[in-house]
């Protein structure tokens, strides 16, 4: 039998440029992730527009259940602010926290004007009344 002293391994250049390689696919896999236009900021972005649309559904369901009983015939067709004002509270989960829903004005079976505030998934929101038209907006932490 012969014996060869031949070792086998890889070579330093090899592992100089495995190791490059290496480091910029992690910092292309961090860029992103943690960038501006990454993962986490469309995640949060795509949070805020679910809670958002989640308040307009709310804020239709009370409106048409406000607009629906102040019709029925029992009611004869009298709009009855105070059961509004309730409707509107019970239609939002309990962890909504709404704040300043009682400065909502009401005329002609719709909020006319006014603005409540709340929190639901730790998202603050804003709706706004205008001729009885909402608006739902995003309201910064803060203010």
């Known amino acids: 039998m012969r014996k060869t002293n031949a ?58 259940q406000v607009f629906a009983e102040s019709y029925a015939p029992e009611n004869s067709a009298t709009f009855n602010e105070a059961k509004a004002q309730e409707i509107m509270t019970a239609n939002f989960p309990t962890d909504a926290n709404l704040e300043g829903v009682d400065s909502l ?18 998202v603050n929101f804003t709706v706004t009344f205008a001729s009885g038209v909402p608006t739902v907006k995003e309201t910064p932490a803060g203010t």
């Open 7 to 64: 070792q086998g391994g890889i070579t330093l250049i090899a592992l100089v440029v495995t190791i490059v390689v290496l480091l910029i696919l992690a910092g292309i896999t961090i860029m992103f992730v943690f960038s501006n236009d990454g993962i986490f900021a469309t995640a949060n972005q795509a949070k805020t527009e679910s809670v958002l649309g989640t308040v307009r559904d709310y804020v239709s369901n009370a409106q048409f």
């Open 105 to 122: 004005e009401y005329a002609n079976h719709a909020y006319t004007t006014g603005t409540f505030t709340g929190t639901i998934n730790g």
